[in-house]
């Protein structure tokens, strides 16, 4: 029996170290966004309910850099 459960640790060290190493992924770039630009001759659409405004005019965009996602390990409160 100890020597099922020696193979079983063995060969779960061994799947693990052999596991094709997943690379980070890369942070977006100012070319994969699709922002619309801003300019002040662009008409102003009139949209009468919902619908997908292709082309409107945009003077301020979002957040586009990334951020680490930082893992917190104690939580503080409660009584």
Do not use: H
């Amino acid at each position: 029996m100890w020597f099922y459960i020696i193979v079983m640790i063995i060969s779960a060290v061994l799947a693990r170290a052999m596991a094709p190493k997943i690379p980070p992924p890369k942070p977006p770039q100012a070319v994969d966004f699709n922002a619309p630009p801003a300019s002040e001759n662009a008409p102003i659409p009139v949209v009468f309910g919902t619908v997908w405004v292709r082309n409107s005019n945009v003077v301020w965009y979002g957040q586009t850099r990334s951020l680490p996602i930082i893992k917190c390990t104690t939580v503080s409160g409660g009584k």
